[in-house]
């Protein structure tokens, strides 16, 4: 998903919430092959005691690297990861459940989970409703080439193909882009995966898209080398958990800065995107 001048991200909200600014899910899901392994982090809740407190978490698994079903039909993914292991180091136990987004707060109203995840961003609206985490990532946006394209720089867009995300107002960039006088010929895509095969087999010349996302993907390709253009006024949207009440998020967010400082979180985050954040 991309997020560029005037864009939303997509889902995380703890309830996790983020956005590439994040409204919802998209059909990522189907896209790349499932490179899932069990992660350090995940499989310590499994050791703690059988009577320790369960939260239940939901989130709109198909939205891969954050939440989707793996190849064993478990729940995978960054946010997954991450909840698991902030849990754990709290000593909770994590119960997960697919709730589709568009009534998933519905559910968090009525106290059917305890936590909302699915790259979600901290609106002002969900902000007063509910008790948000600490952001636990960030969600930017790039212009993405093909490593050997003559594509340097931003404004060597003007007059290209490029391909644009369908699902929310990343395909009106263009006119964020016309804004600083670069006018391009949109093409526009149901996933950043599609907008990779898109750029690979020549239909575009360009893409933009969310960071992170891409370089999920690009793990799966290795025989093709790809290289990023930073947009002039990158957006980088925080992505967030919501919680049931205060004191469960003060948890949370005591497990998150726990996680970071002991090197659980750094590992999640290679595992998923390759690079350190």
Known sequence: MVIVPSISFKKILVVFIAAFALTGCNNEAKVSKDTTTAVKAENVSKKLPENV???TVA??????????????????????????????NQGMSVNMINVPWQVIFTGLDKKEYDVVIGAMAPTPERAAKYALTESYAKAPNSVVVL???????????????????????????????????????????????????????????????????????????????FRFIELPSLVETDI??????????????????????????????????????
């Open 53 to 55: 407190p369960v939260i």
């Open 59 to 88: 989130t709109q698994a198909d939205y891969p690297p954050f939440d989707f079903f793996g190849e064993s039909g478990k729940f995978a993914g960054f946010d997954v990861d991450v909840i698991n292991a902030v849990a754990t």
């Open 147 to 225: 490593e050997d394209s003559p594509i340097k720089r931003l404004s060597e867009l003007n007059g290209r193909t490029v391909g644009l995300f369908l699902a929310d107002n990343a395909y009106n960039t263009d006119n964020d882009l016309k804004a600083n006088g670069i006018v391009v010929n949109p093409k526009g895509q149901s996933s950043t995966w599609m907008l990779l095969k898109d750029l690979m087999k020549g239909e575009t010349e360009a893409a933009i898209v969310d960071r992170l996302v891409a370089l999920y993907h690009m793990k799966n390709i290795p025989n093709q080398k």
């Open 240 to 277: 967030v958990m919501a919680a049931r009440d205060r004191d469960l998020a003060d948890k949370l967010n005591l497990g998150l800065a726990n996680i970071k400082e002991n090197g659980t979180y750094d590992e999640i985050y290679i595992k998923w995107f390759g690079e350190n954040k």
